[in-house]
């Protein structure tokens, strides 16, 4: 079976290609994509070689993982089930997570049409949702994932670092809990994105002397600090301003510089959590509060572009030719 799809053929190179798909077995669902959601963080990294799979950095001695088809994340409309499938059918609107690829340095990926994908990798979307709005699901998933691991009560400080696609889903998710939210980031067009309510705030890293900004923002301390970015001196920076028994939240990509001292951590009695991935069930979760205007997807969407125009797509975000922030991939 063939399909169009968004091929890295070598370190940061990508270009539209036709692609051999694995027939659809009983339990597959065969989707026509409407729009992929390009994670920028994610699929720049394998772009540039730097990870084998998931969390897994590259080592100088692994193989170079291409070609493959990046991404993970669409929606689309279904074309036909397999026998073995319930609750879908023809013509339903579904969010679709991987889907399988022939031929490839990974038999999975993200940018293809038609897509054929496991059913346990596809949710029927709301009667009546904008597809758009949910094609990002999975990369919603993990700052909802981020912002629900660590504990906390209405009114607590927390601070998220990075103000990409995850910092902004994290701060989101953190706000539908009560928290108070900083928003820490570097870049003025993304921290304006964020919409804070009272006693939320947005801090610029390059102003200076953030330590002492966090300090007279939570007098009381802070206790949920969240790492985005994938840097532990930045989250080890803000020690000082932690409650005692507060929490770390790290989904930042260390690219294999990932150690951390426990001892001062034990000093303060913190709890470091390491949340990755996705599961069915935090997708569903997220699709929900996306439904009910708890997150925002809309707002962060900055680029579009029909999937033809894909190298450009990834030019824009790999070269930082201009602000960025959501790049979506239009199929139609």
Not at 75 to 95: K, Q, S, T, Y
Not at 311 to 322: F, K, Q, V
Request: proline content about 7%; some cysteine.
């Amino acid at each position: 079976m063939r399909a169009q799809a968004v091929v890295a053929t070598a370190p940061s190179e990508v270009a539209v290609a036709e692609v051999e798909v694995p027939e659809p077995g009983p339990e597959d669902v065969v989707v026509h994509v409407l729009h992929s959601w390009i994670s920028n963080g994610t699929e720049g990294s394998f772009l540039r070689g730097e990870r084998m799979g998931g969390d897994t950095p590259r080592r100088d001695t692994d193989p170079q993982p291409f070609p493959h088809v990046p991404g993970y994340q669409k929606v689309g409309i279904v074309e036909r089930v397999g026998g073995a499938v319930e609750n879908l059918a023809r013509g339903d609107l579904v969010f679709v997570s991987i889907s399988r690829v022939s031929g490839m340095f990974y038999g999975e990926g993200g940018h293809v049409s038609p897509a054929v994908a496991h059913r346990s990798q596809v949710w029927r979307l709301p009667a009546g949702a904008d597809p758009l709005a949910y094609s990002g699901l999975v990369l919603a998933q993990v700052g909802f994932n981020c912002g629900t691991t660590a504990p906390l009560a209405r009114g607590d400080a927390t601070v998220v670092l990075g103000d990409g696609l995850v910092g902004h889903w994290s701060a989101q998710t953190l706000a539908s809990r009560g928290a108070r939210v900083l928003l820490v980031g570097r870049h003025a067009d993304r921290l304006a994105k964020f919409r804070p309510r009272p006693g939320d705030a947005v801090l610029d890293a390059e102003s200076g002397a953030p330590l002492n900004a966090v300090r007279r923002w939570a007098p009381d301390g802070v206790q949920v600090v969240v790492d985005t970015v994938g840097s532990v001196p930045a989250m080890q920076a803000l020690y000082p301003c932690l409650r005692r028994g507060a929490h770390l939240v790290s989904a930042g990509f260390h690219r294999g510089r990932g150690l951390i001292d426990i001892q001062p951590m034990r000093d303060r009695e913190l709890a470091l959590h390491a949340p990755s991935g996705w599961t069915r069930e935090r997708v569903q979760q997220t699709m929900e509060m996306v439904g009910q205007g708890e997150l925002q997807t809309l707002p962060l969407i900055t680029h579009r572009f029909p999937m033809r125009q894909a190298a450009l797509a990834y030019h824009l975000i790999l070269r930082r030719t201009e602000p960025c922030l959501g790049v979506v991939l239009d199929w139609n």
